[in-house]
């Protein structure tokens, strides 16, 4: 994972945290269910770039690209 997909996949997750916890703050559920939306979003995010690490350290112990 880039260190440019990581600051993305933060931002988008504290982003998504506040607008959770304004929206707890001013009783907008849909506010609140926005922001738990950018956090899984950006969960998502995260799991497909730790598999794709995974996959290029695999093919490069098979190919002997080190």
């Keep these: ?5 990581k ?3 933060k931002a988008e997750e504290l982003k998504g945290r506040a607008k959770e ?3 707890a ?3 907008d559920d849909d506010l609140k ?9 950006s969960a998502a995010k ?3 770039e730790k598999v ?3 996959a290029n350290e695999v093919a490069e112990k098979i ?4």
Excluded at 1 to 5: E, H, K, L, N
Excluded at 63 to 66: A, E, K, S, Y
Aim: no cysteine; aromatic share 4%; proline share 0%.
């Design 1 to 5: 994972m880039g260190v440019g997909d």
């Design 21 to 23: 916890a304004a929206g």
């Design 46 to 48: 995260k799991g497909v």
């Design 52 to 54: 794709k690490d995974k």
């Design 33 to 41: 269910n926005e922001g738990k939306g950018d956090q899984a979003s």
């Design 7 to 9: 600051f993305e996949n």
């Design 63 to 66: 190919t002997g690209d080190d």
């Design 25 to 27: 703050a001013t009783g």
